[in-house]
């Protein structure tokens, strides 16, 4: 089951403006928000993929993958799961 198809519903439902989707995130990741520069987020995307990440990885919506256990979006968990 892909939860993220469902966000209107539950507790992703209760999120404020546009705020739609639940996400099982890490400390100290870092979300950026679509408001900062065209020039910075591809600043942001050469770095990453600089440091071996894809960026979809990164993206809500795009090539996120989903926790079997809860049908959250978790990010970068592939690469996490490399370093442990």
Not at 36 to 44: G, L
Not at 60 to 71: A, C, E, K, L, R
Request: aromatic fraction near 4%.
């Amino acid at each position: 089951m892909n939860r993220i198809d469902n966000s209107n519903k539950g507790i992703a439902g209760l999120g404020r403006g546009e705020d739609s989707m639940l996400a099982h995130v890490a400390p100290g990741e870092m979300v950026v928000p679509p408001v900062i520069s065209p020039q910075t987020q591809e600043i942001i995307k050469r770095e990453m993929m600089s440091a071996g990440l894809d960026p979809n990885e990164y993206t809500v919506g795009q090539g996120m993958s989903i926790n079997p256990i809860t049908g959250m979006a978790e990010f970068g968990f592939l690469k996490k799961l490399g370093k442990s």
